[in-house]
């Protein structure tokens, strides 16, 4: 059968465009349908934003450290409207460039809701187009649950278009993007009260990194509270009341939720097509993003496996790669690079020690906490942490974890390290920068005392 074109990609975030535009540079004929907006929750309600609004967050601190410097300055009024719209016309900006790269590569752009009206035949409104392959990169949507009063409460998609700053925020929730919001806002000047259901925030990374984090927060003035959860939200008068499990009441201006996000494989035809989804609702695929059905992908935060924009990007090369290069390859999740931009950062790349541990057995941990050099002379009561963790048998760094001012600047360049099969030896034998918080991971010669081996003994 003659079909319209080689690949349809429903989806254009940062996986579907790469792998669009990169199938279209091997010579396949490729189109595209997008509903919402060029670059997916990336560019717009992601990654490029929140960044934007973490630097906005970190300028008050800066103003005040400035004095020490021997700038004479007044911490200035935030003016939330002013960073909203510059915020948008960056995001315009980078949309624009989305729509002229996936127009260069000569790829064929649809606005609007794509549906499978079989595995082979896509309807976006009143067309129809065949395709020889089908990708499904619909990414996933914030989730919000099914208490009394869900309606009042927001989530990070509408985070960059309030209207207002609230005065009083409530925060909901224990993963990274709760922790950065968290930071964001209290940076910003609002009194913020994260909540998580759960004894310890950041379940995934390593226990020392979650307890530094935490540490840090409520000095500066974040009220973490932990085994806490809200059973419903009122609306009184103008302020929110959030009644807790405990029958503890918040009073404030505004309720956010950062619980989690669902895959965006509903509604679109998936089931009736015969593709498979776990009980979650993400799309099941084989290690070469092969869905149930043959000749229908899926990649990116649909299939839920590491929700992360550079990941997507990775697995849309492998794509574009194996159908039109005629390549067998498939995606490596080992040793995958992190950061989380709360205040202070977060970066973290390979094994946490509590999973180093169950694999390897014993390891040999190496640790540095220290003020920065910024703070001696400022007196602000911040710590920098940094961990190394090795397989004592072959000397290899099985992970490294840093909170401190610029950790993911930092971790980028170690995962590659990390990925070459680095040992703590090469770290030692690694001439420092100096003076910079970065020289500790090639001068720390001293081992934690291994307190979960003596125990065992």
């Known amino acids: 059968m003659a079909y319209d074109c080689d690949l349809f990609v429903i989806g254009a975030g940062s996986g579907g465009v790469r792998a669009a535009r990169m199938s279209a540079s091997y010579g396949g004929r490729v189109a595209i349908a997008e509903e919402r907006y060029l670059g997916g929750t990336c560019v717009n309600v992601g990654c490029v934003p929140k960044k934007l609004f973490t630097y906005a967050a970190h300028f008050g601190e800066d103003v005040e450290d400035a004095r020490a410097y021997g700038w004479a300055t007044e911490r200035p009024a935030f003016d939330w409207p002013t960073l909203i719209a510059n915020k948008d016309r960056e995001i315009a900006r ?4 989305y729509g002229r790269l996936l127009d260069g590569a000569g790829v064929s752009r649809f606005w609007g809701h794509a549906t499978l009206d079989d595995p082979h035949t896509v309807r ?34 509408e985070a960059f278009h309030l209207e207002r700053l609230p005065e009083r925020l409530v925060i909901v929730g224990g993963g990274y993007i709760a922790v950065e919001f968290a930071g964001i806002f ?36 974040v009220d973490l509270r932990f085994n806490a959860n809200i059973a419903c939200i009122l ?36 089931e009736e097509a015969g593709v498979a989804l776990d009980a979650q609702g993400a799309v099941i695929v084989d290690d070469r993003f092969r869905t149930s059905v043959p ?25 574009a790669s194996n159908l039109f290069r005629g390549t067998d390859l498939s995606m490596d999740y080992e040793a995958i690079p992190t950061a989380v931009f709360s205040n202070p950062n977060i970066g973290t790349v390979g094994l946490t020690e509590a999973q180093a541990r169950e694999r390897h057995g014993a390891v040999d941990i190496y640790t540095s906490a220290f003020r920065p050099m910024k703070h001696t002379l400022t007196g602000r009561d911040e710590k920098t942490f940094m961990k190394l963790i090795v397989e004592p048998a072959s000397d290899r760094v099985l992970g490294f ?46 081992k934690v005392p291994d307190t979960a081996s003596e125990a065992a003994e």
Do not use: C
């Open 186 to 221: 209290h940076g910003m000047g609002v009194e913020v009260t994260q909540l998580y259901r759960g004894p310890h925030f950041l379940r995934g990374f390593d226990d020392d990194v979650r307890m530094v984090l935490a540490e840090e927060m409520r000095k500066k003035g």
């Open 124 to 157: 976006i409104g009143d067309e129809t187009v065949t395709a020889a392959n089908i990708l499904v990169a619909t990414g996933g949507w914030p989730t919000i649950p099914d208490i009394p009063g869900r309606e009042h409460a927001f989530t990070s998609n």
């Open 94 to 97: 980078l949309n624009g460039i």
């Open 235 to 270: 609306k009184d008068d103008n302020e929110l009341l959030a009644e807790l499990e405990d029958a503890t009441e918040i009073r404030a201006d505004a309720v956010m939720y950062a619980t989690g996000r669902a895959p965006n494989a509903r509604g679109i035809g998936l």
């Open 295 to 319: 000749h229908i992908y899926a990649l990116g935060d649909v299939i839920d496996r590491v929700a992360l924009t550079p990941v997507a990007i990775a697995e849309g090369m492998v794509l």
């Open 401 to 446: 974890h840093m909170v401190g001012p610029d950790a993911g600047e930092t971790t980028q360049g170690v995962g590659v390290a990390l990925k070459a099969g680095a040992t703590k030896a090469h770290f030692d034998a690694t001439v420092g920068i100096h003076p910079t918080a970065a020289e500790e991971f090639v001068t720390m010669r001293e």
